[in-house]
């Protein structure tokens, strides 16, 4: 029997950890990074060669396949709503979880309280008002405590990684008010194809030439889209031809990226899960419920022909490659082949929604965002109002419009969530141990609420040509 190819990828994914649990018992490690990974990394380029100039073509043949400019205008509305809308969903997922489960609560009272002391120390220093109008450091009997704690943080030296974060996400927050518009307008278009965190832009770019082409005669403009089409249909092949090898590079990407964080002692891993446990399950759950229960039921109120089962049939090999490279661009080709090949969506609506969403949708990222800055607190025994609380939601909800769709772009944009409720962006320290996994995760439902988008514009528009076996009896 032949194998459907998510589950020959998901097989190179269970081969990928066993190889890297192995090999961290044996010492070989630095084998498995050295001569393993490397092609995972090169998996994740091919994949990135392809998406980019993909985006370009497939959206500039989507918008002049509209057919007219008032068409585009409400489609363009009709998604960004829609997108706008399941991100509010993620993030007040998020909220409600982390409320409920209390992960940050549930460490150690006395970890708790040293946090606390240190969080003190940094807004005496930073000048920030101390939330709760508690202060640890008037009390007499945390004297001693929050002396040794001081001194000790006067020595502490802060991560490079963290340090790089925070100065990126400062820049992004220093900007003008005006700044993304400035942002999304490219100088040069080349330029902007060469780096993937210049999405937008080149989503603009497409857009502006797909619109011009429907205001210049047919007569003109049919040789430059038949380019587009064809030049579309190269690259698709290019995607067919690497997913050929998807299972063997997944293997190798899973297994440097293990053997990256255990090195040759396995515990490491584990010890950095049990101390994050809560706050990972927190975030699992969260994102779970997006998979299973939210993006279903949006489904099944709007779109109604597809049974629950043929939607993640239909996009398995999308989600197993999401989970592999973490990266919503770099899945793009595969999600737009099995959106259209496998529910039936018109290339009209895949070529225009799928690349927007892979930019400016990133519900798993708002999910993440809200659970991880609330655990925060928590964890340094801050309870945050309602009015902090809702100002996560409208942060972490725009924030996630600007995340590049790159792996761990979004601890960037935690950042700024955390600045606007005044906690301390250094913080992103602690979670990081496990934010290469949940961003694993959190891809998956990125790229879900793409397709599920995807195929309620189409079934709007009319564009849904639903097959038999995937819908409902």
Not at 84 to 107: E, H, Q
Not at 255 to 260: D, E, F, L, M, R
Not at 406 to 432: H, Y
Request: net charge neutral.
């Amino acid at each position: 029997m032949k194998l459907a190819l998510h589950w020959k990828i998901i097989i190179g994914l269970v081969l990928g950890i066993i190889w890297a649990i192995v090999s961290s018992k044996m010492g070989w490690s630095q084998f498995t990074i050295d001569w393993i990974a490397p092609f995972g990394t090169i998996f994740i380029n091919l994949l990135k060669l392809i998406a980019v100039p993909l985006v370009l073509f497939s959206i500039i043949s989507g918008v002049s396949g509209i057919g007219d400019s008032s068409s585009l205008g409400r489609m363009g509305a009709k998604t960004l709503f829609t997108y706008f809308i399941t991100t509010v969903l993620a993030v007040s997922i998020g909220l409600t979880l982390v409320n409920v489960i209390k992960p940050g609560k549930l460490i150690d009272r006395e970890s708790r309280i040293d946090n606390r002391i240190r969080y003190e120390l940094w807004a005496q220093s930073e000048r920030v008002e101390v939330k709760d109008n508690i202060n640890y450091l008037r009390r007499p009997e945390f004297r001693e405590r929050a002396e040794k704690i001081a001194a000790l943080s006067q020595t502490d030296i802060v991560d490079a990684k963290v340090e790089a974060k925070i100065q990126t996400a400062n820049e992004t927050k220093e900007a003008g008010a005006l700044q993304f518009m400035i942002d999304i307008v490219p100088q040069n278009i080349f330029l902007s194809l060469n780096d993937n965190s210049l999405m937008l832009q080149v989503i603009f770019f497409a857009i502006f030439f797909g619109i011009c082409l429907l205001l210049i005669p047919n007569g003109k403009s049919e040789p430059v889209k038949k380019f587009v089409d064809g030049t579309m249909e190269v690259f698709l092949k290019m995607v067919d031809v690497v997913m050929r090898a998807a299972p063997f590079f997944v293997f190798a990407l899973l297994a440097g990226v293990v053997s990256k964080m255990a090195g040759d002692d396995l515990g490491k891993v584990l010890e950095i899960f049990k101390s994050l446990s809560w706050y990972s399950l927190t975030v699992f759950i969260g994102l779970l419920l997006m998979i299973i229960a939210v993006y279903p039921l949006i489904l099944k109120l709007f779109v109604r022909v597809i049974s629950y089962t043929g939607f993640f049939k239909s996009i398995s090999p999308a989600q197993t490659l999401a989970f592999s490279t973490s990266s919503s661009a770099a899945t793009l080709p595969v999600t737009m082949e099995c959106v259209e090949d496998n529910l039936g969506v018109d290339k009209k609506i895949t070529s225009f929604v799928l690349p927007i969403g892979a930019t400016v949708n990133m519900d798993g990222t708002s999910l993440y965002q809200a659970v991880a800055v609330v655990f925060l607190a928590q964890l340094h025994m801050i309870d945050l109002t309602l009015a902090q609380q809702l100002t996560i939601v409208l942060t972490a909800t725009l924030a996630s419009i600007g995340s590049a769709a790159v792996p761990s772009a979004g601890i960037v944009m935690l950042i700024i969530v955390l600045q606007s409720v005044n906690l301390n962006p250094a913080w992103i320290g602690i979670i990081l141990p496990v934010d290469r996994i949940l961003d694993m995760c959190r891809t998956v439902v990125n790229v879900t609420g793409d397709a599920t988008v995807s195929t309620i514009i189409a079934r709007g528009e009319g564009m849904l040509n639903m097959p038999e076996a995937k819908a409902q009896v």
